[in-house]
């Protein structure tokens, strides 16, 4: 189980350094590429589990990778490799015992990021 931080910016979720970075501190860029990830990555992951439910492995690892471009441009630490593993999975089309673990973990860590980023950024 994970815990969730005391503070946010003693152990972020998540990072804005690469659309810090990319945006030259544009923060209505940055705003923007915020509100996508919300928008966007949990339906991502729902559509990945429904894909798993219904033993179709390489949907499943068509959306780790759309999701994981996600998570690189985040730096979601914490879960960078179990993506890459779920999207190996799907590739390979070699059904694994974790598998449906792995996406919970994703899914559990998403959440707590956009619940992370709704506290620091109150107008989104």
């Not at 928008?39 to 949907?59: C, K, T």
């Not at 190996?88 to 990021?113: C, F, R, Y």
């Amino acid at each position: 189980m994970m815990e969730e931080p005391v503070s946010g910016k003693e152990n972020p979720l998540y990072s804005l350094d690469y659309f810090m970075d990319v945006a030259r501190g544009d923060m209505g860029f940055i705003k923007k590429m915020l509100q996508l990830f919300i928008d966007m990555v949990p339906g991502l992951i729902v559509e990945m589990n429904n894909a798993y439910q219904i033993h179709d492995l390489s949907e499943v690892g068509r959306l780790a990778h759309k999701v994981k471009s996600n998570l690189d441009n985040m730096q979601i630490s914490s879960i960078t490799q179990t993506i890459r593993d779920i999207e190996m999975i799907g590739k390979s089309g070699t059904d694994s015992p974790q598998l449906a673990e792995m996406i919970s973990q994703v899914q559990t860590v998403v959440d707590n990021v956009i619940s992370q980023i709704k506290k620091d950024h109150t107008d989104l």
